[in-house]
């Protein structure tokens, strides 16, 4: 975004970014603003992967990825970045390798972490702009905060099964993220995309409309998602825009901000339904399950998740009740005897035992880990997802 | 009146999957009102115990979020299009 009269393209820029050099809007002046522009992707997954091949592909000068996690084979039907033979391997390993042939003239920086309110600052304040490619509140809630503090345009998309979300969040010249949500939802809520799937084109029609952001708040052209929600129905096929506002009571934005530094964002999401069953000591683990079925114990297994994961794989002897049907088939079950409750990996399955215990339910139980640790534990030959 | 309230995915599992519902009111709250009673699932997902509004979930009457018109007593009219717009934080 600055300095673009000190950068130069080398022969081989000119032929390979040609298309662009023959658009009035880019042009010369504007390759080399992209040449000289810095940009920081929070992620490399779903969002991160078709973000950094544009970005890459578009010749910004400097790239940075910020990710901690390693290639998981449930990961490819979208993670574009990633091959078979990634799986294991650091993402950020990957994404360096397929960016760098992709486009050596860009320097790509890797920081193999956790976003987290020590490091955030220092990190993003040696980028023009931030792109959010996470996949959680807290992280969601920090980048936020974290770019309104160093007057950073955030570049933010979401998405949800066959749902998505883009805009521009940039406090200088309009709304941050808790102008639009003050606060995040309670966890457990809010289905994660790991509960609740994702078509896999999805993230690659929200990263690649975070990727023209991202480009043209570079080149300064055109109009942008700032003040405004894009809101995207693949089903559908229906892009809706919605208006944002400053909201002028925002807690880190607004006139009188009261959130003048990054917080905890861990304990301001909120610990998990499952963590809480956890530390009171409400959930079961495979194993104790496993020798409590083998020794004949009564116990009713139910399964919450939705029909078409039970179809896939499920413990013998359960029974399938979904748990958006769980508050109107309660009265089926026995208060009396014991239930061990359980979902993919045991999230969905904590809120159903929070569910009934406050319902008067005092015999329930969350499996540890969902069917993913039983899998793992007791019966390996069970197809994963 | 009828008025079309958009339901995004993930509050669908709570109504019968529809991603839309036309219920009956003259306001915002009337017609949340109409729906919840319809799925009364609905209700924690978008009020909390309060009886407010959820801070993660906005609610739009065609392009405008209501906290910028009247609230609950923003009113509505034939043809508008009133939209639930919650917090989805997946990206991964």
């Known amino acids: ?385 | 009146m009828k008025v079309k309230v958009m339901i995004p995915t993930p509050l669908r599992p709570y109504t019968e999957n529809r991603d839309s519902v036309e219920v009956e009111g003259n306001t915002v709250s009337e017609l949340l009102n109409a729906l919840t009673q319809k799925y009364p699932q609905l209700k924690r997902h978008l009020f909390s115990e309060d009886g407010n509004l959820r801070s993660f979930v906005n609610i739009y009457v065609n392009d405008e979020d209501i906290r910028y018109l009247d609230g609950g007593n923003t009113s509505v009219k034939d043809g508008d299009v009133v939209s639930i717009v919650p917090a989805i934080a997946g990206g991964n």
Not at chain 1, 40 to 49: D, Q, W
């Open chain 1, 1 to 385: 975004m600055t300095n673009a009269g000190v950068v130069e393209l080398n022969r081989e820029e000119f032929l390979r970014y040609g298309r662009h050099l023959i658009i009035p809007e880019v042009g010369l002046e504007g390759q080399r603003r992209l040449k000289s522009a810095s940009v920081l992707i929070i992620g490399a997954g779903g969002l991160g992967s078709p973000l950094a091949f544009y970005l890459t592909a578009a010749g910004v000068g400097r790239i940075g990825m910020v990710d901690f996690d390693v290639v998981d084979l449930s990961n490819l039907q979208r993670q574009i970045l990633h091959t078979t033979k990634d799986v294991g391997r650091s993402k950020l390993e990957s994404a360096r390798e397929k960016l760098e042939s992709l486009n050596p003239n860009v320097k790509i920086e890797t920081y193999e972490m956790r976003l987290t309110s020590e490091n955030a600052l220092d990190l993003i304040k040696e980028y023009d702009i931030v792109v959010d490619g996470t996949d959680n509140f807290p992280t969601r809630y920090l980048v936020n905060d974290a770019c309104v503090f160093l007057k950073k345009p955030n570049v933010y998309g979401s998405i949800f099964r066959f749902e998505g979300q883009v805009s521009v969040f940039y406090a200088d010249k309009g709304p941050c993220y808790r102008c639009l949500y003050k606060e995040p939802p309670p966890p457990g809520l809010v289905p994660s995309c790991a509960e609740g799937g994702v078509l896999g084109v999805l993230p690659g029609i929200i990263g690649t409309i975070q990727a023209l952001e991202t480009i043209k708040l570079i080149l300064g052209i055109g109009e942008l998602l700032i003040g405004k929600l894009l809101l995207f129905d693949a089903l559908k096929m229906k892009f809706r825009e919605l208006k944002l506002r400053k909201d002028p009571e925002c807690p880190v934005c607004g006139e009188n901000p009261t959130v003048k530094e990054l917080i905890d964002y861990e304990a301001f999401c909120g610990i998990t339904p499952e963590q809480t069953l956890h530390q009171s000591g409400l959930e079961i683990t495979p194993e104790e399950l496993k020798e409590k079925l083998e020794n004949g114990e009564d116990i009713i297994l139910i399964d919450v998740r939705e029909p078409v994961e039970y179809e896939i794989n499920r413990i013998e002897g359960s029974k399938l009740i979904p748990l958006s049907k769980l508050p109107e088939k309660v009265n089926e079950l026995d208060q009396t005897r014991e239930i061990v409750l359980y979902c993919k990996m045991g999230g969905r399955s904590a809120r159903a035992v929070q569910l009934l215990r406050e319902l008067g339910f005092t015999r329930v139980k969350n499996l540890a880990g969902g069917i993913d640790a039983w899998i793992e534990k007791i019966d390996p030959t069970m197809p994963r997802y």
